[in-house]
């Protein structure tokens, strides 16, 4: 838990998540939402990066210890597949959402073998449909996917079905609940907010939770 609240203060801090309850953002799905999220930017911060990795290394290690491929989702999981599979001395690769149309027409670049122990990593957990297209490019080679590890979850109930009707487990560093109620505790965001976050996240396809002006 502690771990979880580390890199969820991390995020606030540099404003990787920011919560906008009275002014929200439109999601690529149309979905209006009081939170945006962009683990892009923890790269450009070294200290940030250096927790975020280690996290990911002891979280790979507790729940995933026979990973033998680091695999990252392109492009957001790239990066951190690569630092990872570096701290680890692990083979990586990284999976593109569909095939290349020229050349040797490849999803997987890197190299996997059929039979192989594999880790996917992706930046953010939305309703995980993303991330679960790679897993199966990977399953579709023969090797093993022990499991998805990410960064942060919205914590969506779509992204629990999706998860479960795959049969793949899911671990992330943190998640919307630590983080919302993190920033409360710092004086991010309100408590009237909180409760807007809330609401939002109990049914995400309503508008119910929007302040009306």
Not at 104 to 124: A, M, S, T, Y
């Amino acid at each position: 838990m502690e771990n979880n609240k580390l890199i969820a203060g991390h995020l606030l801090k540099i404003n990787a998540v920011v919560l906008s309850p009275e002014e929200p953002f439109t999601w690529a799905s149309g979905i209006k939402s009081p939170v945006y999220c962009d683990n892009r930017l923890i790269l450009a911060y070294p200290d940030v990066r250096k927790d975020v990795i280690a996290a990911f290394v002891n979280l790979i290690q507790t729940h995933y210890a026979d990973a033998a491929v680091i695999a990252g989702t392109a492009t957001a999981g790239i990066p951190h597949a690569a630092l990872i599979a570096e701290a680890m001395g692990l083979p990586m690769a990284y999976i593109r959402s569909s095939a290349k149309s020229h050349g040797r027409k490849k999803q997987i670049e890197g190299i996997i073998n059929p039979g192989q122990k594999v880790v996917v990593i992706d930046d953010l957990i939305s309703t995980g449909g993303s991330v679960l297209t790679a897993v199966h490019a990977v399953e579709e080679i023969g090797a093993e996917v022990l499991g998805v590890a990410a960064i942060f979850t919205y914590q969506l109930p779509k992204a629990d079905t999706n998860f479960t009707e795959a049969k793949i487990a899911l671990e992330t560093l943190t998640d919307f609940e630590t983080l919302i109620h993190l920033a409360v505790e710092n004086g991010t965001i309100s408590g009237t907010q909180l409760e807007q976050l809330k609401k939002w996240y109990a049914d995400p396809t309503s508008e119910d939770w929007q302040v009306q002006k």
